[in-house]
Each structure stands twice: as C-alpha cells, then as structure tokens.
C-alpha cells in the first residue's frame, strides 16, 4: 500500500555539510481515506551487540530527528526543486507518488568527509638519555601528510641519531584506532589496527635514516572484536570508521562516538648491565603522532 524510493543508501558528511535526503513515496489514496502519511528520518546512537538485544542490555538513543507531512501535501513542506531522479520517478509512477527532501543539519555527527586542504604533516621528537651513557639518543618520526584515505598507505619516516654506547635492535610501528564512547559511558578503547616489526639495527655512535609503508586496513582485522567501523548496510562494503571531525563549538554528546587514531614509533634498544636494566625496565623509546583517516571527497 505504500512504496518508498531512495536514491542511494549511503550519504556523506562534507563537515560544512550533508548530502540532502531525497526521495519518492507512492501511496494508494482509497487506502489510506482520510489518513496522513508522515515521512520520519532518524538518526540514532546505537551501543551494544545484536545477541544482547533479547535481554535488554543494548541501549539506543535517536538524537536526530526530522519529519515531513507528505499525504495530504502541505506547501510549504514540499521540495523546492527535484533531483533528476525525483523527477523520473513522478513521471514513471504518475499522479499519487510525492516528493520528499530532508537537509540535514550541518551539526550531525558524521565521519570526516573532510576539505582536501591540509594541515601541517605531523612529526614528532623525543630524546632518551639511558644510565650508563654519557651521551643520549634521539628520535625523530614524521609522517608525509596529515589526511589519508582509507586504503592509502601510510608513509613513516624514522630518523635515528644513536650517540649512546646502547644498540637499537628493531624498531615498531603501529597504528592505533582510539575509540571514545561519549553519549552512552565514558568507555575508552584502544585497538592497534596495523603493526609492523622491522629487524633493523642501529649501532652506537652512529645515525640512520628510513622510510616505511603502514597500511591499516579492515580486511586484516576482521577477527577482532569491538572495532569501530563505518556504518553500511553490507558489511561486507564497510571499513574502519573514518575519524571524528570535531567543528568548534559542538557538543560532544551529539556525536555518540569519537574515533581517532594515531601512529606509533619504538625503538626497542639493549640493556647493558644490571643497573640500566633495573632503572629501565622498558627497553622501547617512542613517540606518537595523530592522523587522520577519511574518505576522499565523492
């Protein structure tokens, strides 16, 4: 009795703005008589597995609503122009189908669909001093840019200067997707995404210099639990979710859920001697660096 058609089924965040809503909704008067028909777009926060759904322990929360009167038409509520395919589908389902435009509001909590202008690459530097030693070791890591798409490798530069008498025996890189739960608790989760171990030996009094290629992708974590991912009706269409945007001025709370992620760098160096090893009990010298993971702008 009732027949609703949608373009497409994923919309982008632009960050200044959302893809509008549209669509066509037939209707068979005789049926309806003297009813209305209300069109309702929803945006909710879901926390909680499918499984747990039966015994209560899921928690939803609509923190978007919109809704249009589309039967009988109310003027000021109609589209004020229609999408080519708006307009085929009037034509192909004649007098009783109506239009519906919904613009979202620019305050939604989508994923960084974001400007193609970047920031700054980001670098990072710290320098360790180790008992034992006069002199200390440094280390520099930077990234090539500060926006990736999903799928892009991730270009890391380490550079190295070893003025200790230690020996850098490997270095790690990792990226971690960092997921803050801000509507529902304040759980907090960190998962590493993508690790890369490199057998690389840096020794004393010397300085080294190399870049490496990291790749997170969803297709080599599969198997883990409690990943964000971003919403699609097929799952087996999605990826890792896209980090948060963050506009000044917006609360939190609208958002649900806050992604990010960030790149990490170790050196895991050697212990001479008992005394380094008691007062170090961690042989890693790192740093970390944020980045930022989207879609490119369709």
Known sequence: Q?????????YVDNVDSVESVD???????????DRKVYVTLTCAFRYGRDD????????????????TQLYPPVPDQAPKTLTPLQEKLMKKLGEN????????????????????????????????QFMMSD?????????????????????????????TNKVVKKIKISVDQITDVVLYSLDKYTKTVCAEEINETVAANSTFSKTYSVTPLLSANRQKRGLALDGKLKHEDT???????????MDKEVLGILVSYKVKV???????????????????????????LMHPKP
């Open 97 to 128: 189908a109506y239009p519906f435009t919904f613009e979202v509001g620019a305050a939604q909590p989508l994923p960084a669909e974001r400007l193609c202008g970047t920031g700054p690459a980001p670098k990072a530097e710290t320098t360790r």
């Open 135 to 163: 002199k200390p070791l440094h280390l520099e890591a930077s990234l090539d840019r500060e926006i990736y798409y999903h799928g892009d490798p991730i270009n890391v530069t380490v550079n190295i200067n070893n003025t």
């Open 266 to 292: 170790n050196l895991v160096v050697s212990r001479g001697g008992i005394l380094d090893t008691a007062a170090f009990p961690s042989s890693d010298v790192g740093v970390e660096m944020p980045v930022i």
């Open 239 to 249: 990826n890792l979710a896209s980090t948060t945007i963050l506009r000044p001025g």
């Open 52 to 67: 747990l759904d039966v015994i209560g322990l899921t928690f939803r929360k609509d923190i978007y609503v919109l809704t």
């Open 23 to 33: 669509g066509v909704c037939l209707i068979d008067p005789e049926y309806l008589k």
């Open 2 to 10: 009732l027949s609703l058609y949608l373009g497409k089924r994923d």
